[in-house]
């Protein structure tokens, strides 16, 4: 079974930065698109970033400028380098990835089980 573990949640100050890890682990044959998204308490959850496989990147706007998504492909790791923050940045951070688990096999959406960022102002 394929996981995603999410890494590098925490208590920062406004103003301040966190760097968030996702690592993919078990049966892969191929990673398409990866991303970020993010839910608060009371919203809906919403798209941070995402990157392809190519590097291709898409950004929400309220993001756009201060947050630099990145992967390893090597490495099956998606990154999310977050200066700037805000305290409305505060949310549960979700990694999603579409995999690709045969050669010859469907591309499925998973999910991690979610980091918390916390943003003091």
């Known amino acids: ?14 103003g301040g930065s966190l760097r968030l890890s996702c690592a993919a682990s078990g049966s892969i044959f191929s990673i398409n698109h990866m991303g970020w998204y993010r839910q608060a308490p009371g919203n809906q959850r919403e798209l941070v970033a ?20 990145s992967r ?25 990835a579409e995999i690709q688990k045969l050669v010859l096999g469907r591309r499925y959406t998973y999910w991690g089980q979610g980091t918390q960022v916390t943003v003091s102002s």
């Open 72 to 96: 390893d492909n090597a490495k099956n790791t998606v990154y999310l380098q977050m200066n700037s923050l805000k305290p409305e940045d505060t949310a549960v951070y979700y990694c999603n």
């Open 50 to 69: 995402a990157v392809t496989s190519g590097g291709t990147t898409n950004y929400s706007d309220s993001v756009k400028g201060r947050f630099t998504i």
């Open 1 to 14: 079974q394929v996981q995603l573990v999410e890494s590098g949640g925490g208590l920062v100050q406004a």
